[in-house]
């Protein structure tokens, strides 16, 4: 059974940090293509990052290029996203997923997010003072 638990969502001022977590069961996420996404309330989904499966080359929106980084601990099969320099419209519920390893994070970012294929539930962040 396949299964991608988000954490480390939370209440933070602007300005601050976070840092999400994303483990895997079931496969291995460095076998995948794998993203972070985010939906406001009101808001389309948006495609935060990506990290490709084998030379784990990294993409952003242009919303968060130079604040965010997207990793990924193999040993763990955990992906992560490091959120630097909030700011409140960043509040949303941030999501992780993968995609087949064929897709590259050029395939799927920013118009196909459809080609992802599995999700997991989903970690509120809001940025508020």
């Known amino acids: 059974q396949f299964q991608l638990v988000e954490s480390g969502g939370g209440l933070v001022q602007p300005g601050g940090s976070l840092r999400l977590s994303c483990t895997a069961s079931g496969f291995t996420l460095d076998s995948h293509t794998t993203g972070w996404f985010r939906q406001a309330p009101g808001k389309g989904r948006e495609g935060v990052a990506c990290?490709?499966?084998?030379?784990?080359?990294?993409t952003y929106a242009g919303s968060v290029k130079g604040r965010f980084t997207i990793s990924r601990d193999n040993a763990k099969n955990t992906l992560y996203l490091q959120m630097n320099s909030l700011k409140p419209e960043d509040t949303a519920l941030y999501f992780c997923a993968r995609a087949n390893p064929i897709y590259s994070c050029s395939d799927l970012h920013p118009t196909g997010l459809d080609l992802y294929d599995f999700w997991g539930q989903g970690t509120q962040v809001t940025v508020s003072s």
């Open positions: 990290i490709s499966s084998s030379v784990s080359k990294t």
